[in-house]
T-cell receptor, first 111, second 114 residues
């Protein structure tokens, strides 16, 4: 599975949109982009995933570039409870069943 | 419904001792995963079960680590002759089946080896 690159940390003002970038330049055609987050002292939590098209659910939106070499997770109205480490993971549909988390982006939502 | 549960939530042991960590997956989930997370790092894969069998144990660091899932539900991670470097949060996750990228994680067991 391809590896990802994320900034180590970001800040976002409460109520504003948080845009978390991820580079995955070696992604293969059948590999999905997954996002998880981990709030302090909890296990990781699935947020969203996508292949080519942009995706939206109740938690976030995922924007994947046309060449699929990068993506952005958008939290439209960040709250203090969104403070967490966000992990971008690339995984094939029939690849290894484990998830490779990397070190993620620590998002701090500021009041 | 109930999520993934792990017991104990905290375990403190002495170097050289044996420990068992338990994971109760979501009912009906056939796949179960163990990860280990050191301070400041992302979770690292240890082992994956599909049903009762360990489908992939490539992440186990050495032969002191062993995991079982005898009835295809509850799993136990066993660590023999613990070392201080084993101190970490051990996370368990489950998913409905093969190749599921959406995994449901438990809260973890924090293991401290003195």
């Amino acid at each position: 599975d391809a590896k990802t690159t994320q900034p180590p940390s970001m800040d976002c003002a409460e109520g504003r949109a948080a845009n978390l970038p991820c580079n995955h330049s070696t992604i293969s055609g059948n590999e999905y982009v997954y996002w998880y987050r981990q709030i302090h002292s909890q296990g990781p939590q699935y947020i969203i995933h996508g292949l080519k098209n942009n995706e939206t659910n109740e938690m976030a939106s995922l924007i994947i570039t046309e060449d699929r070499k990068s993506s952005t997770l958008i939290l439209p109205h960040a709250t203090l409870r969104d403070t967490a480490v966000y992990y971008c993971i690339v995984r094939g549909p029939t690849g290894a069943n484990n998830l490779f988390f990397g070190t993620g982006t620590r998002l701090t939502v500021i009041p | 419904g109930a999520g993934v549960s792990q017991t104990p939530s905290n375990k403190v042991t002495e170097k050289g001792k044996y420990v068992e960590l338990r994971c109760d997956p979501i009912s009906g989930h056939t796949a179960l995963y163990w990860y280990r997370q050191s301070l400041g790092q992302g979770p690292e894969f240890l082992i994956y079960f599909q049903g009762t069998g360990a489908a992939d144990d490539s992440g186990l660091p050495n032969d002191r680590f062993f995991a079982v899932r005898p009835e295809g539900s509850v799993s136990t991670l066993k660590i023999q002759r613990t070392e201080r470097g084993d101190s970490a949060v051990y996370l368990c996750a489950s998913s409905p089946g093969l190749a599921a990228g959406q995994q449901f994680f438990g809260p973890g067991t924090r293991l401290t080896v003195l």
